[in-house]
């Protein structure tokens, strides 16, 4: 037996890799490419939200076990708020069970119901993290792929209206001939991901009318975009049609209500008879989530009913602000010459999908991490995805993770944009699609004319800065460096490049504008910062910023050096011998606080 096979276990074979997640964030970061990959949003939970979290944290009369399956305040929310969309009354004792976010209520539904040999019907696409789940539990995918809409010339999406919309459908022949003596679950997703389709009351009936001849089949729904429902008014759910309320079990994600993906709660509503298989699970694996969150979010769920910025309620402002970034993303990609792939305009959701069918498929760009893999080959929609990241600094995903394995060359002929972002992140991604990167053996062709131009010394600068490995932050036009007095500078209008191996080194071009506010303002302006991995985001329309932590500003140093050690010399001389560096000045000086200079603030200037 092979060393790295010692631990094998077949439960999760082939999953002990990185995600695609992972993987395309990674990417994104490695490559500073504007990330429209994983679907989470990147603006900040409603005030009322972070106001109920702080209240709750606070109360330590909340820091024990709760309830296991759910905190009594939270699963009387949750009733209090579903009857209206299940019309009918919601044990919440007994008909509700909290989970640690949607994909954990999933997962402790497949694992209730699923046993070895058991087939779980999936309508393709569908949301990709099910496949693993159901291979732990043993069980077979059984994939019915839908058919995707005829992609449609960009003009028809310049202004996007109730009647734009590509609907996929479903091959109702197929999916009755999915259903075996095996089949246990059908899973459904509606409003999907990644597609975006809402299943109509007409189509949750044909499946209704399949289903009375599998009785013993149970219909796992995933409605988790239950909100981000685009022109619908009102999500149709499997539950409400006639007969199924028994064999339905709903999942929702307070994550995706409240735009805050990382507090993991989740739940599932169902009949007693379905939800009593689904506790044991999750009290024998987590036991409950955390109080003071459960509280938080049972407050939230009644508050979001109260008017928001000029709509009913926060449920109806996310469906129209959802709706008006898609609209955003889809019309303004519409007039983009130099990106020609065509996209779909979903329903509903957090994405839009791109039809790579007509592109050929090759590329010479590799997945960070995969540098050592033996025999790698990609498919198709990974491989568009590395060019159009490496040609226009964006990044998207794949759709073939989203097939069965049977299907995933279907899959292989999408790629998918997350349009959950920022008007700027969006504006950023929509401004580089305009604006492609030439290969580095065109940018030679071009020096000659950019000779003309006067601009070769740059060019050369920028050059020998991607050798150093130094690359520019994307979206950064302000950096705030907190030095450890917890006085913050602010640099406006700089352009920043990092390195990826050598720790703490920056090297920041542009007008400096100093600003020590007093410790007050310092504080408000930290607060703002929510740590995530390494990814820093900042409240409101201001454009991503990235702290530099633990360094001491020094005064102004002419003989200040950026710290060299690990870069390639030759191309440090580039930076500062050929370009308007040269000219530059160190102004300030960084230190680490065990003395180190980690950066040099460069003003480029001609005297
Ligand atoms: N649901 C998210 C998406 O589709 C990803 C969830 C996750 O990263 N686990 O992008």
Same mark, same amino acid.
């Not at 709760?66 to 905190?71: D, F, K």
């Not at 305009?345 to 590329?363: M, N, Q, R, V």
């Given at each position: ?40 949003p990147?603006w900040q939970p409603p005030k009322f939200f972070m106001d109920n979290m ?200 307070a994550g995706?209500i409240f735009n805050a993906t990382g507090i ?32 938080a979010?049972?407050?939230s ?13 926060y ?136 000779? @003309? ?6 060019? #050369?600068?920028?050059?020998? *800065?991607? $050798?150093? &490995?130094? %690359? /520019? ?49 310092? @504080? ?6 929510t #740590?995530?991995?390494?990814? *820093?985001? $900042?409240q &409101?329309? %201001? /454009? ?64």
């Amino acid at each position: 037996m092979k060393e790295d096979q010692k631990f094998e276990s077949d439960i999760v074979q082939g999953y002990t890799k990185p995600t695609i997640w992972c993987k395309f964030t990674e990417l994104a970061e490695k490559t500073n490419s504007v990330n429209l990959g994983q679907g989470m949003p990147d603006w900040q939970p409603p005030k009322f939200f972070m106001d109920n979290m702080q209240k709750q944290f606070s109360n330590t009369a909340f820091y024990q076990y709760t309830r296991n399956v759910g905190s009594i305040k939270l699963c009387e929310a949750v009733s209090r708020n579903y009857e209206k969309y299940f019309k009918r009354k919601i044990d919440p004792m007994t008909e509700v069970v909290i989970g640690a976010g949607g994909v954990n209520v999933l997962y402790i539904a497949m694992m209730a119901l699923v046993k070895r040999g058991d087939e779980v019907v999936m309508i393709e696409p569908f949301y990709h993290d099910c496949c693993p789940q159901i291979q732990f539990c043993g069980g077979k995918v059984v994939g019915v792929p839908m058919i995707p809409p005829k992609s449609r010339p960009k003009s028809e999406f310049e202004k996007i209206t109730k009647d734009v919309k590509d609907v996929w459908t479903i091959d109702f022949e197929s999916l009755e001939k999915a259903f075996t003596k095996k089949t246990k679950v059908l899973y459904l997703n509606t409003p999907n991901n990644p597609t975006g389709k809402i299943l109509t009351y007409e189509e949750l009936h044909k499946i209704a009318k399949i289903l009375e001849k599998f009785p013993r089949v149970v219909v796992l729904v995933d409605e988790v975009y239950e909100y981000q429902i685009g022109d619908c008014q009102e999500l149709p759910r499997m539950s409400t049609v006639k007969g199924m309320w028994e064999k339905c079990i709903s999942v929702m994600s307070a994550g995706k209500i409240f735009n805050a993906t990382g507090i993991r709660i989740g739940w599932a509503i169902g009949p007693n008879s379905l939800i009593r298989q689904l506790n044991p699970v999750f009290q024998y694996s987590s036991y409950c989530i955390a109080e003071p969150m459960q509280n938080a979010v049972a407050e939230s769920l009644d508050m979001a009913n109260e008017s928001c910025e000029g709509f009913e309620s926060y449920y109806k402002w996310t469906a129209n602000h959802y709706k008006s970034l898609r609209n955003h993303f889809l019309e303004n990609m519409a007039k983009v010459k130099t990106f020609d792939i065509n996209l779909l305009c979903p329903e509903s959701g957090f994405f839009t999908l791109g039809d790579i069918s007509k592109l050929k498929s090759e590329s010479k760009y590799i997945l960070p991490g995969d540098e050592n893999e033996k025999n790698l080959s990609y498919p198709k929609d990974y491989k568009i995805l590395l060019n159009i990241c490496n040609q226009y600094k964006v990044v998207g995903m794949p759709c073939s993770p989203f097939y069965s394995k049977e299907h995933k060359n279907i899959g292989e002929n999408f790629i998918r944009f997350a349009f959950s972002k920022q008007t700027s992140t969006l504006d950023k991604a929509i401004h580089n699609f305009s604006n492609p990167v030439k290969d580095e053996e065109e940018e030679e062709d071009d020096d000659d004319d950019d000779d @003309k131009k006067g601009n070769k010394s740059e060019k #050369k600068v920028r050059k020998a *800065l991607g $050798k150093l &490995g130094m %690359t /520019k932050i994307n979206g950064v036009n302000r950096v705030t460096v907190k030095p450890k007095d917890n006085n913050i500078l602010i640099i406006k209008d700089a352009e920043v490049f990092s390195s990826k191996d050598v720790e703490n080194t920056f090297i920041i071009f542009g007008e400096l504008t100093f600003d020590e506010p007093d410790k007050k303002a310092a @504080k408000e302006e930290l607060q703002k910062f929510t #740590k995530e991995g390494e990814t *820093l985001q $900042k409240q &409101g329309e %201001t /454009k991503t910023e990235k702290p530099i932590e633990n360094v001491v500003i020094e005064e102004e140093d002419p003989n200040a050096e950026v710290n060299t050690d690990g870069l390639d010399q030759s191309a440090i001389d580039t930076v500062m011998e050929e370009g308007n560096c040269s000219k530059a000045k160190a102004v300030k000086i960084l230190r680490s606080t065990d003395g180190d200079v980690v950066a040099a603030l460069l003003k480029l200037t001609d005297n």
